[in-house]
């Protein structure tokens, strides 16, 4: 955990810190196959946890300038910046599928999988609502932050915005809410586990060039929707609910990027 935290908090740190996990979960599965109930190791879990996190960090820093700013980026039905982020998305979740086949998992222990009905609505339901009151609300909040900003027209990016928002999302929570939460549970107890996923979270949105002003509350307040995503993944026993709320508010993220050039 202390090399995650590092990675989070430092981008430069991230391929290093990245290479170490990897050699340390090959090495901790080795010796866990030396015993009878290798695929229920914890020790082994918190390692490939942490990596699978670690590969999602080091996603971040790859250089998005390019694909980021101007009206014909905005207006684009699927964006350059978008297809970025998706093809993250399927290496990172594509890496988490073959670990949990490795560790002897099975998916319903990470979340994945239907919540019961009415939180299944109030998922359905979330997603329009948090997302409007985001795009909305969103420019005035980041102000102080990022600078000054007008929302732009949403409609002609909007198929764009939600391929990006579904695609960080999901993720995101798996790696976060999903094997990180449920993995470290085991060794450092439920409500460490829920605070250690919040922190490296915080740490890991709080780097970059994008900050006019301090990045500190921006890092508590993603820590803090940590917390409550990882609250939500626990009681709704589901990663469902935590990706709509995630979608959500990624979509202003996503106009903010690639519309605004911020």
């Given amino acids: 955990m202390v090399l995650l935290i590092g990675a989070a908090a430092a981008e430069w740190a991230r391929l290093p810190v ?7 979960f090959v090495a901790a599965g080795a010796a866990a196959l030396r015993r009878p109930v290798a695929a229920a190791d914890p020790g082994v879990l918190v390692w490939a946890a942490c990596l699978a996190v670690a590969l999602n960090l080091a996603w971040g820093g790859v250089p998005m300038a ?27 979740l594509t890496s988490v599928a073959l670990i949990v086949r490795l560790v002897g998992a099975a998916p319903g222990e990470i979340g994945l999988g239907w919540p019961s009905r009415p939180w299944l609505l109030i998922s359905l339901v979330v997603l329009p609502v948090i997302g409007a009151a985001a795009v909305i609300l969103g420019p005035p909040l980041a ?14 990016a909007m198929a764009s915005a939600l391929l990006f ?11 976060y809410r999903g094997v990180l939460l449920r993995w470290l549970a085991p060794i450092t107890g439920l409500a460490s ?14 780097v970059g060039t994008d900050f006019i002003g301090s990045p500190l509350p921006v890092m508590a307040a993603t820590a ?8 939500l ?5 589901s990663l469902l609910l935590p990706i709509a709320i995630h979608v959500a508010l990624d979509i202003p993220v996503f106009l903010g990027k690639v519309c605004l050039g911020l």
């Fill in 18 to 24: 990245l290479v170490l996990l990897l050699l340390g």
């Fill in 66 to 92: 390019a694909f980021i700013g101007g009206e014909v980026a905005c207006a684009d039905r699927v964006a350059p910046f978008a297809i970025l982020r998706v093809a993250g998305a399927l290496l990172v």
């Fill in 143 to 156: 102000e102080p932050f990022f600078g000054s900003m007008s929302s732009p027209a949403a409609l002609p």
């Fill in 165 to 175: 928002a579904v695609a960080n999302a999901s993720m995101e929570e798996v790696v």
């Fill in 193 to 206: 586990a829920l605070a250690l996923q919040a922190i490296v979270f915080g740490l890991g949105h709080g």
């Fill in 224 to 231: 803090g929707a940590g917390l409550i995503l990882g609250a």
């Fill in 233 to 237: 993944a626990l009681r709704t026993r």
